[in-house]
């Protein structure tokens, strides 16, 4: 199963790569997104019906409905909490005034590096969990406190100016003034330069890292078996790229998406602390998790932000 998962993961990159965009640089619109954001969350669910229809010939029924139900809240769990990631891509490429066009092939090479990075951390993660069973309750404490932290600061603008990365890399980096295409680097007077968009890439390499930081954790509370874990999180890396277009064209328009992602860390941050005295099933979790992402979509559409009162 983990030869012929890894054997897809390579076809659908493939397709990603050379349909998503093809070889040419292009604005992807809100209709191409949408329609990419489909077609992966559609794949995601056929797999999640074979794998339970694999678990119940070779298994029986419980075991295919607790696995299927672990894949689906899992799946949710990290596409939901990317969202949050998409909106400091999104202002990443804004502080850096990274064309549209050009976005494409910063968020492909995103992609790739973040299957690897999530294969390491649930490889390790299921080690420490395995030999130090305690660290889940030090993830549950980390996820209520970023989820707490999240929530008073949802509305707080992240500022890139007086990053100390970004000032580190300005001094000892030999970058050109403007953007070269798509190019990361460039020669110019037999000199090695790297352009803005490598500065970008390292910017939303370490974006994604943190946020590994906080999804790793909030699955392990989910689920503890390292296929499902890593199937569902690589479904919804695979679809990162359509989806931040998709976010980017409609980034006012889900205002209260941080609150309701900010209750969510909360919720599966203590259902990881009361483990050992209760264990929250499942089905609920997946109610929960799946309600409170539509309750803060439904809030977005009926009220507009408060700023646009102001104005």
């Known amino acids: ?184 680097f460039i020669r110019q007077k037999n000199l090695l330069y790297a352009t803005p968009l490598f500065i970008v890439l390292i910017f939303i390499e370490i974006s994604d890292i943190i946020f590994a930081v906080d999804s790793i954790p909030a699955i392990f509370a989910i689920v503890d078996d390292p296929f499902i874990i890593f199937t569902s999180n690589i479904f919804a890396i695979l679809g990162l790229r359509a989806l931040y277009f998709l976010v980017a064209n409609m980034t006012e328009k889900f205002h209260f998406l941080k609150y309701g992602l900010s209750v969510i860390l909360v919720f599966i941050g203590c259902k990881m602390l009361i483990a050992y005295w209760y264990k929250i099933p499942i089905g609920i979790s997946l109610t929960v998790i799946a309600s409170v992402l539509a309750f803060s979509v439904v809030l977005s559409i009926i009220y507009k932000p408060i700023s646009h009162h102001k104005k």
């Open 1 to 184: 199963m983990w030869v012929g998962f890894l054997l897809f993961i390579l076809i659908m990159i493939a397709i990603d790569m050379f349909l998503l965009g093809g070889k040419k640089a292009h604005h992807v619109s809100t209709k191409e997104a949408l329609g990419w954001c489909i077609t992966w969350i559609c794949l995601a669910l056929l797999f999640n019906l074979l794998l339970w229809w694999y678990l119940w010939e070779t298994k029986d029924a419980a075991v295919a409905y607790q696995r299927g139900l672990e894949f689906l809240t899992g799946y949710l769990i990290e596409k939901s909490l990317s969202v949050d990631n998409m909106f400091v891509f999104v202002m990443i490429f804004k502080y850096f005034a990274v064309p549209a066009k050009y976005q494409r092939r910063v968020l492909l090479f995103g992609v790739l590096s973040a299957i690897v990075l999530r294969f390491i951390m649930i490889i390790t993660g299921v080690w420490l969990v395995a030999k130090f069973y305690w660290i889940l309750y030090l993830f549950g404490a980390f996820l209520v406190f970023t989820g707490i932290k999240m929530l008073f600061m949802a509305d707080d603008e992240p500022s890139i100016d007086k990053n100390p990365l970004l000032i580190w890399l300005q001094k000892h980096i030999r970058t050109t003034k403007e953007i070269q295409g798509e190019k990361f």
